[in-house]
């Protein structure tokens, strides 16, 4: 059986390029999952690691979507190779288990761990060099401007939450947050 395994790391990313793909290999079952890949216990692939067996093929997008590291996904091929499961990854083919798939896959997968300590290192240097500024702040961005909540607060006055909230997109959480630090300016 031919299982299709695609994963991003957030709840914002899209999954939909990783499943037509996966789709037009012919998976019989696909799992999915938005789940940071910095952790080596991801509940659906760990589901999907338990159910291969011998025969099966595991069709995956990119090395980098179930192994984070060069020996994690080495342990895990090794694994899968002991249970004669086939390793299919779209962008560079089949693994094989001969001296020069292990070489490929070591290599592949030292380029892919590289890849993310390189994101992790220029983001970094990023927030490094944003902590410097002197209007740096931690976090998301707000949502509203100042000007926008003072607008919803003085509507507050006249009108109901639900009111202010449909008018002017601003929560009710919020308007309550904004007013208690008013009254405490």
């Not at 994690?72 to 560079?92: A, P, S, T, W, Y």
């Amino acid at each position: 059986m031919k299982y299709g395994y695609a994963r991003v790391s957030t709840i914002h990313q899209d999954l939909q390029g990783q499943l037509n793909q996966l789709e037009s290999e012919d998976c019989n079952v696909i799992y999915k999952e938005k789940f940071t890949g910095t952790k080596k216990e991801r509940p659906e692939f760990m589901k999907l690691l338990e159910i291969l067996k011998d025969g099966d093929t595991l069709v995956v997008m990119k090395l980098d979507r179930f192994a984070r590291t060069t020996r994690d996904g080495i342990e895990v091929i090794q694994d899968l190779f002991k249970r004669n499961v086939k390793v299919h990854v779209l962008n560079m083919g089949l693994v094989e288990d001969t001296p020069t798939g292990r070489l490929i896959l070591s290599v592949m997968l030292a380029f892919a761990e590289f890849e993310r300590d390189m994101i992790v290192e220029r983001t970094q240097e990023g927030k490094a060099i944003a902590k410097q500024k002197p209007d740096f702040r931690e976090g998301r961005p707000n949502k509203f401007s100042k000007k926008h909540i003072e607008n919803a607060l003085e509507l507050l006055e006249n009108h109901s939450y639900k009111q202010v909230e449909e008018k002017t997109g601003v929560s009710k959480s919020t308007l309550i947050r904004a007013k208690k630090k008013r009254c405490m300016l």
